[in-house]
């Protein structure tokens, strides 16, 4: 699978990102590291990490190994990840860049994304809370986080930078008020939210988009027993039994048919493998608009409604 060529992305910049990647999110340290590795042996060139995820250094260490024993070089791996919300501010930005380069060994990122708009209180642990529970909020802007990625970018500490979790007017705010335009949003994109406005609005702009919890994050802390399941959903069953591929290659294919990157995240050999395997099918118009049928953007896992009341929160327009 190794030699399978995968589709890229060509970012606004000119450079290029593979459609398909790995994500890291909720994977535990003492997983990660053999998730990572064998996502490298079996293909994957795209891994997508964040800060606040807790498990950059044992990424870090699978591909150190992954380079050392010749599989890949680190020019063929695109490595992304994200500015967390306590470092908005911009002595913190380089600071907790180095952070994230030192843990996984690298001296560069080739996509650096601002995982959320709003920001917490800095300097305290990565989810300030106070005696209630309630995150407790900085003021910080996001420009001017975004201007220190700017300067990042020309120290050659990164190659490209975006954005994550973003609303349209927050987007437009970026692109009117940057001189290095955002190259990627990073949004949670599958069936159950297909973010046809913002994909439209991206595509308008010249912003390539990435889809997170591509299979719908059934495995989220906060999931409830009453939630209803993408993958156990019977459009997708349908489909995946005629096809004779698992729901999970079915909703995967739908993203990169449509020209998004997923970025499935798993710590299982078997399917860190087989979701990799979505280039021998196709999907069929009718298969298309089965996936494309669903109530729109009804079903957001990942909204952080505990936020709401933060002054950036994004979510709080229709997109």
């Known amino acids: 699978m190794a030699d399978v060529p995968v589709p890229e992305l060509t970012f606004n910049n000119g450079l290029k990102m593979p459609q398909v990647g790995f994500g890291t999110w909720k994977s535990k340290p003492g997983q990660v590291e053999e998730a990572v590795k064998c996502a490298i042996s079996s293909g994957y060139r795209h891994i997508d990490c964040a800060r606040a995820y ?3 250094k044992e990424v870090g260490v699978a591909i150190k190994e992954k380079i050392d024993d010749g599989t890949v070089k680190r020019e063929d791996l695109f490595i992304t990840t994200k500015l967390w919300n306590t470092f908005h501010r911009k002595d913190l930005v380089a600071v907790t860049l180095q952070a994230s380069l030192d843990d996984l060994g690298l001296d ?4 650096y994304l601002i ?3 709003q920001a917490y209180v800095e300097e305290r642990e990565m989810f300030p809370k106070d005696d209630n529970g309630k995150f407790i909020y900085s003021d910080v802007h996001f420009l001017e986080a975004w201007k220190a990625m700017e ?4 120290a050659g500490k990164i190659k490209s930078i975006g954005l994550s979790n973003f609303n349209s007017e927050q987007i437009q705010e970026v692109i009117d008020n940057s001189r290095i335009k955002p190259v990627n949003h990073q949004i949670e994109l599958n069936p159950y939210l297909s973010q046809d406005k913002m994909f439209e609005f991206c595509k308008k702009k010249n912003i390539t988009v990435t889809a997170y919890s591509p299979l719908g994050s059934a495995d989220r802390p906060w999931a409830k027993p009453e939630d209803p399941t993408l993958l156990e959903d019977s459009k997708v069953t349908a489909i995946a ?3 004779k591929k698992t729901p999970a290659q079915v909703v995967l294919h739908w993203g990169v048919q449509r020209g998004v990157a997923v970025i499935p995240k798993s710590v299982n050999e078997g399917r860190i493998k087989s ?3 979505l280039f021998d099918f196709s999907l069929t118009d009718d298969d298309m608009a089965a996936l494309n049928s669903f109530a729109g953007d009804h079903y957001r896992a990942c909204g952080l409604e505990w936020v709401k009341d933060h002054p950036l929160y994004p979510f709080n327009i229709p997109f």
Do not use: A, Q, T
């Not at 560069?108 to 996509?111: A, G």
């Not at 300067?151 to 020309?154: M, P, R, S, W, Y």
């Open 151 to 154: 300067d990042l970018v020309d």
């Open 241 to 243: 039994d005629r096809l």
């Open 275 to 277: 979701n990799f395997e």
């Open 54 to 56: 807790g498990n950059e």
């Open 115 to 117: 995982h959320w708009p």
């Open 108 to 111: 560069y990122v080739d996509l």
